[in-house]
DNA sequence: TCGATCTTCTAGATCGTTCTAGAAAAACGA
DNA sequence: TCGTTTTTCTAGAACGATCTAGAAGATCGA
């Protein structure tokens, strides 16, 4: 049963080992009749076609590509946001006939050897919101495996598919300076606060990551005179968003506006102040980033992103040859919805 | 720079690349000393390890399991359901440090010979709410390749984690019959399902899901009075919920209650009720299957299964040798929350 | 001191393809 | 009819590792 290679069906219709591997690979090679005889014999002997790693091995393409996630997988695709870049990729990856290898990167067995970003048979990879200085992107460039970050990266010849991330967050800040607001609270994902609650309050250089840090950046350049608290309630992640917007609404200082680093954490703070009988764009102003699907119904406002688009650079920067960018600005837009409003007078 | 491989490095140091080798797969198979020198010496040849591709053709282990999925991926991802699932297989993958490789069915070039499907450099499949009877499944058995999948099958030799369909549709069967309820509409998803904005009436024997399907006889097993509806809005998505509740809220003949076939279908028929000042358990009553974690905030009735168990169930079985179940069956309850009640009088 | 055991390393076959070069046969143009 | 091109097929060498068996030297107990 086992064990029926190319070899087997070469033999069996009395052919050379190189013709079966033509009559698979490149049909314009061989009579049609012999291919049709071929292809029945390989039928009847239960050979299910090239094996896929003998011919990585030799033709040095794996017909995969790697993404790289943050920390747990299971987090990395809370975010729709997520799963409209991953859309965005595995489209351009259909097309080339590619794979999608996850690679998830526990943080832990990253430094010895035995990881999946070292085994992983892959051609190229996408790292998707994973810092550059990841041990992982290290491993990566070692093995000389080419890499798209969705990270705009300092380095000029590093490949990236990005957004100006201090300016996106410049334009909700001139949003909210023009409403009238001075005092807002920034919710931002940080794995480690399980403090309080899982609710801890951070100051700038204690954010840890460089999406966040641009962000407030931008915010913060676009707001001068604002008071600007960050708070993070755990995860990226609407539970999380949620849990930071309860601290805040409950607290004595309530700020006028709360923005969320992420839609989902920006609709977390919706259902928050929902629960406690406030209306967002009336009682508090809310706004978040990305303009995920569910950000319109809700009423969110927000700075769009084109996310599925993004994937799609990507995949073409690592599959398609005519494609020669290697540095990818992607444009970004305020959304004004019913979530935002003036601020109340004090 | 290019082209450094074990026997470079067995070169450079002096040693047969069998040792190379060991050095990094087998520690104790030769001298500390040894083994540093030739870990230093890779590194500063620029060898960042063996090459997946010649382990995976030799050790016979490709380090990654695949994932088949339903659909085009996009739409696979918009249900919380499946990112849980994912989340406990990539869990159980991480243990066993190996990769995910994602498989999109792309309904077209199934046929032909150039699909993931065939190419997929695999030891084993996890075949996730596609039908036993797809093509790709017949592939991935004829390449001899392990697969798990999530629908019960009727070949008792077949290995599959999944939950009893009928007896969880029949527990909210029972439950929206203990409450009056004898008209009522099942939201389905049928990507075909394009005409009338989208919006189409069913007849049963054109569902064309297996667990759809088992979902419908177990409500209707559970309630033999009542009249049922098939309804469809497009995918399974908040959307389409969403769309296939408006076409029922807006017309004559209402029903008592709107069953979704998934949570996200529910929520979505939960805000059609919201915009037309209906509130949910009252006025009519929605419930869902699954019970993602949106279900709860949102208060809809739904029957819960344990989404990431089952991911890891299905890692386990694919991946643990330790494991020796071939057949799982999961525990369902019913969890009731205030999006159901009595159906009002006529 | 001698055989037995353990540690450390190596030679060479092997995994199942695809690729390069070229041979044999068929078709073609003049 | 003869060289030339085209079609169709093949031999044999890669690809880069891991595995099996076994050799050489070190260690050990008696």
Redesign the pocket.
Known sequence: M?????????QA??????????A???P????????ERILATAQELG?????A???A?????AGAIGVLFTDKLSYAFSDPYAVGFLAGLAEVAEEFSTSLLLMPLSSADIVGGSNAVQQAAIDAAAIFCVPGDHPAVDILSARGIPTVSTDRGDHPDLCWVAIDEVEAAAKLGQHLTRLGHRDIVVLVDKAEAQARDGVVELNFDEVGCSDCESRIQGLEKAMPDARMRIVSGGYNSFGSGLKGAEYVLDSQDRPTAIVGLSDVQALGAMEAMKVRGLIPGRDLTVAGFDDIPAAEPAGLTTVHQPIKDKGRAVGRILLDPATTDRQVLMPTELVVRASSGPAPRR
């Open positions: 086992a064990g029926v290679t190319l070899k087997t069906v070469a219709v009395g052919v050379s080992p190189s013709t079966v591997s033509n698979y690979n490149k314009d090679q061989l009579s049609t009749a012999l291919r050979y299910a076609g090239p094996d790693s003998a011919r091995l030799r033709s040095g393409k």
